[in-house]
């Protein structure tokens, strides 16, 4: 199993940013998003496609539609400029992350 | 508050081995698994695999059986990681990572600061 994202995505300030990540496993399973900013850990900031966790600002939604997930960011700030991961499992209860998208704030 | 302290930097040469901490505190150790993700220089994150903290049982990813070992102090709360026969590609951050998918919370919630290990001679 995979995950596909693309590995860059760029916005304006407060324009909209649309992150995907297909496989064929998110057809079955939840997808998870998170974000790392450089030299920090990452931090999960979507769960089970579209939830929002505790203390994650409300600009940033997930969705979900057959086989890929999508992250949405409204109203990009500055600071949401970091790489982001989904993430989901296998039939295994394998973990499998995408490769990653560097989101960049022009 | 949930925390996941890592031991610090390692500097290691190529054929030794390294064991990496992981202490957890702020909730019950044994209620959610311990994950391990590697993170190699300019790369991204690589599932490594997991171990159940209240069975004890470790579940490794493809790539990462034979020379990397999960165990754990349930005494005092704390996940390891034991990497044998290093070599130079194992150089990366390796981060431990709380799974939690008890219906009060999903996925992997909280995350260790990481430990980079260097492989070189």
Same mark, same amino acid.
């Given at each position: 199993y995979e995950l596909t994202q693309p590995p860059s995505v760029s916005v304006s300030p407060g324009q909209t940013a649309r992150i995907t990540c297909s496989g064929n496993t998110l057809a079955k399973q939840y997808g998870y998003w998170y974000q790392q900013k450089s030299g920090q850990a990452p931090v999960l900031i979507i769960s089970k496609d579209t939830e929002r966790p505790s203390g994650i600002p409300g600009r940033f939604s997930g =969705? =979900?539609?057959?086989?890929?997930?999508?992250?949405?960011? =409204?109203?990009?700030?500055?600071?949401?400029?970091?790489?982001?991961?989904?993430? =989901?499992?296998?039939?295994?209860?394998?973990?499998?992350?995408?490769?990653?998208?560097?989101?960049?704030?022009l | 508050q949930v925390h996941l302290v890592q031991s610090g930097s390692e500097l290691r040469k190529p054929g030794t081995s390294v064991k990496i901490s992981c202490k957890a505190s702020g909730y019950p150790f044994s209620a959610h698994s311990i994950n391990w993700v590697r993170q190699a220089p300019g790369r991204g994150l690589e599932w490594m695999?997991?171990?159940?903290?209240?069975?004890?049982?470790?579940?490794?990813?493809?790539?990462?059986?034979?020379?990397?070992?999960?165990?754990?102090?349930?005494?005092?709360?704390?996940?390891?990681?034991?990497?044998?026969?290093?070599?130079?590609?194992?150089?990366?951050?390796?981060? *431990?990572?709380?799974? *939690?998918?008890?219906?009060? *919370?999903?996925?992997?919630d909280h995350w260790g600061q990481g430990t980079l290990v260097t492989v070189s001679s």
């Open positions: =969705s =979900s539609a057959g086989t890929t997930v999508t992250l949405t960011i =409204s109203g990009v700030q500055a600071e949401d400029e970091a790489d982001y991961y989904c993430q =989901s499992a296998d039939t295994n209860d394998h973990m499998i992350f995408g490769g990653g998208t560097k989101l960049t704030v | 695999g997991w171990i159940t903290t209240n069975t004890w049982r470790p579940t490794y990813a493809q790539g990462f059986t034979g020379r990397f070992v999960f165990s754990l102090d349930t005494s005092d709360s704390t996940a390891y990681l034991h990497i044998d026969n290093l070599r130079a590609e194992d150089t990366a951050v390796y981060f *431990c990572v709380r799974y *939690c998918s008890d219906g009060t *919370c999903s996925g992997f």
